[in-house]
Nanobody
């Protein structure tokens, strides 16, 4: 198991930016594909972005492609989500996730953080 702690959420106006961070502990960080999910009120949790073990490959949902950037720093056991051009529909609780498998990471990852709230005002 790996423990995940997110930070960086908050309130921002539409068009603004935020950077989320997620620090991992407990197991070898580089063994895990890392990702971000989000859950808006009344909606199911959805995949946002993923980054592979070395950081060489990234994946995004269509709704955030071109606006969000995922990255990782393996020396700091940290994954980031840079969110630009934010829209009110990006409002959600954002969760960090980790799994050794890229397939599982994008669907049903085994490890979750506690979530951080992002609110985008219009």
């Amino acid at each position: 198991q790996v423990q995940l702690v997110e930070s960086g959420g908050g309130l921002v106006q539409a068009g603004g930016s935020l950077r989320l961070s997620c620090v991992a502990s407990g197991r070898t960080f580089i063994a895990y594909v890392m990702g971000w999910f989000r859950q808006a009120p009344g909606k199911e949790r959805e995949f946002v972005a993923a980054v592979t073990w070395s950081g060489s490959n990234t994946y995004y949902s269509d709704s955030v492609k071109g606006r969000f950037t995922i990255s990782r720093d393996n020396a700091k056991n940290t994954v980031y989500l840079q969110m630009n051009s934010l829209k009110p529909e990006d409002t959600a609780v954002y969760y960090c996730a980790a799994d050794p498998s890229i397939v599982k990471l994008t669907t049903t990852p085994n490890n979750w953080g506690q979530g951080t709230q992002v609110t985008v005002s219009s």
